[in-house]
Antibody, heavy 119, light 107 residues
């Protein structure tokens, strides 16, 4: 059974940093396309970042609003995906989900990790 | 950025009725559209990929159609567990985008 478990969320002040983790089981992160998708309170879904599988070159994409501030990465030995978030802003407040991209859809999602940016 | 507009924002129906949800893209996305269901406090769940392909384990009452700019998710006969928020998502052009959602509520 595939399982994704996020951790690392919390309450931080604007300008601070936070690192989210997504521990995977039942799938190999290095051989998967993985994304972070977020959902602001009471709002819809918003794609944040994607990292391609190793054998597809590990290409990385970010949405414009997080470029230069967020970094997606993975630790293959831990089978874990990360999202390093720097210079956080109040509009980054959201539940952050990690999800596996199949090439056509997101077929597996974690339970989400809440990030609150507030002074 | 491709904008996906879902309508209606809220749909009030009774169990057993037919639900028709719409997703319109701001430009053609071929059939590169997926549908997800989300219940309160839960992660989204994949329903449909490539506009009309049901995901594994999804009941046959869910069906998707459309191509280009206009897409439809149909639930043929609503079950109590179908009341949730539904999102469409396109993969035609970066960045991937989602619609704002349609809330399907019990009438």
């Amino acid at each position: 059974e595939v399982q994704l478990v996020e951790s690392g969320g919390g309450l931080v002040q604007p300008g601070w940093s936070l690192r989210l983790s997504c521990a995977a089981s039942g799938l190999t992160v290095s051989r998967s396309f993985m994304s972070w998708v977020r959902q602001a309170p009471g709002r819809g879904l918003e794609w944040v970042s994607m990292i391609y599988s190793d054998d597809s070159g590990g290409t990385i994409h970010y949405r414009d609003s997080v470029k230069g501030r967020f970094t997606i990465s993975r630790d293959n030995s831990r089978n874990t995906l990360y999202l390093q978030m720097n210079s956080l802003r109040t509009d980054d407040t959201a539940v952050y989900y990690c999800a596996r991209w199949t090439g056509t859809d997101y077929d597996c999602w974690g339970q989400g990790s809440l990030v609150t940016v507030s002074s | 950025e491709i904008v996906l507009t879902q309508s209606p924002a809220t749909l009030s129906l009774s169990p057993g009725e037919r639900a028709t949800l719409s997703c319109r893209a701001s430009q053609s996305i071929s059939n590169y559209l997926a549908w997800y269901q989300q219940k309160p406090g839960q992660a989204p769940r994949l329903l449909i990929s490539d506009a009309s392909n049901r995901a594994t384990g999804i009941p046959g009452r869910f069906s998707g159609s459309g191509s280009g700019t206009d897409f439809t998710l149909t639930i043929s006969s609503l079950e109590p567990e179908d009341f949730a928020v539904y999102y469409c998502q396109q993969r035609s052009t970066w960045p991937q985008t989602f619609g704002q959602g349609t809330k399907l509520e019990i009438k």
